[in-house]
């Protein structure tokens, strides 16, 4: 079984900064995707930010220029810089990761999310 943890949400005033962290756990040959989502509430879980396994990164576009996403390979673990934050980055943010535990079978994986509030 694999397990992702998140970690670094909290409570920050708008302009600030958080970094979070997502660690991939359990039985893993390969994570090819790694990706940051979230859900604020009344609303759909939307992509932030992934990154591939080769480095390849896609961002969605209210963040692109505020928020960072970069993986340790050999860790495992992604993690997502995020600057210059705004009330309405207010939301749970998950991580999710494609992961192999055998060649040639990938399984979608999610962690259990980290509350990040942005107060005015």
């Known amino acids: 079984q694999v397990q992702l943890v998140e970690s670094g949400g909290g409570l920050v005033q708008a302009g600030g900064s958080l970094r979070l962290s997502c660690a991939a756990s359990g039985s893993i040959y390969s994570i090819n995707y790694m990706g940051w989502y979230r859900q604020a509430p009344g609303k759909q879980r939307e992509l932030v930010a992934a990154?591939?396994?080769?480095?390849?990164?896609d961002y969605a576009d209210s963040m692109k220029g505020r928020f960072t996403i970069s993986r340790d390979n050999a860790k495992n673990t992604v993690y997502l810089e995020m600057n210059s934050l705004k009330p309405e980055d207010t939301a749970v943010y998950y991580c999710?990761?494609?992961?192999?535990?055998?060649?040639?079978?990938?399984?979608?994986?999610w962690g259990q999310g980290t509350q990040v509030t942005v107060s005015s």
């Open positions: 999710r990761a494609f992961v192999s535990v055998v060649v040639g079978v990938s399984t979608w994986y």
């Open positions: 990154v591939t396994s080769g480095g390849n990164t």
